[in-house]
């Protein structure tokens, strides 16, 4: 029997409602006029509600739309934000539930990490969890024939990271998102000062240059960064923005940035 991860945070971070959320998402794909810019072999786009983020998760998802004929799996990888585990949590689930939908979850990719001995089943990691839900309904309209290869990331190298991604980086049916918000509760202007420092370093690939208080998902992110470097990929700004230019005051904000990995 099939096992089914159901969704935690529809009708939190976005609309629970299918026709609501699809019109929404579809709004900001845009899947009718895709990009002429080629499409990136990764992303980094924020994960925060979608009133806040959602136009620039949806910005960042829409690069891949150039080449969604060929895209097949997207490696998708998030902070643990609710329970707390060491290494990279998988999922013994088969398809992940969405309001548009379900994802089918590649196990046969996840079976192929089993030597590594960071890498392990952690429904309970995976259940509470936001910063991978959110991305799931950009996934289902903008790629819907592709699997979905999930992990929650806890205490863990960037070099664990990386040699995960080696292990699926594949071809180009193979597509990497890497889910995390910026800086979180500084005022505005502190918040825009160090959100421009944390871009300067993911797009100098400067992985040793991301500190705690500047990205929740800093060691997935500096995974990306050092398989990017192995492989010659160059990094585009999509968008750098904090909750204060969206729907949030300014006296408090939580910083989002949006990269394009090509």
Not at 71 to 83: C, D, E, S, T
Not at 112 to 141: I, Q, R
Not at 170 to 195: N, Q
């Amino acid at each position: 029997m099939a096992l089914l991860r159901p969704t935690a945070v529809a009708g939190q971070f976005y609309p629970a409602e299918p026709e609501k959320l699809s019109a929404m998402v579809a709004g900001w794909l845009d899947v009718a006029h895709p990009p002429a810019a080629p499409a990136p072999k990764a992303i980094v786009a924020p994960h925060a509600g979608y009133v806040y983020s959602g136009a620039l998760a949806g910005a960042c998802h829409r690069r891949f739309l150039t080449d969604r004929a060929v895209i097949r799996r997207v490696v998708l990888l998030g902070p643990a934000h609710r329970v707390a585990l060491r290494g990279l949590g998988t999922t013994s689930a088969d398809f992940w539930a969405t309001p548009l939908g379900p994802i089918a979850i590649d196990q046969d990719a996840l079976r192929g990490l089993s030597d590594l001995s960071f890498v392990a089943v952690h429904d309970a990691a995976h259940g509470p969890e936001h910063a991978l839900e959110v991305h799931l309904p950009f996934l289902k309209l903008a790629l819907p024939g592709a699997t979905l290869v999930p992990f929650v990331v806890g205490q863990a190298s960037h070099a664990e990271v990386a040699a995960v991604l080696e292990r699926l980086w594949d071809g180009p049916e193979t597509r990497i998102v890497i889910s995390s918000d910026l800086s979180h509760y500084l005022p505005y202007e502190a918040a825009r000062r160090l959100d421009a420092t944390t871009a300067a370093a993911v797009e100098s690939l400067d992985e040793g240059g991301l500190g705690r208080e500047q990205a929740c998902g800093r060691i997935p992110l500096g995974g990306l960064m050092l398989a990017a470097k192995r492989h010659g990929l160059g990094v585009e700004r999509l968008g750098l923005i904090n909750s204060g230019d969206t729907a949030g005051t300014k006296d408090r904000v939580v910083g989002y940035g949006g990269w394009a990995f090509g």
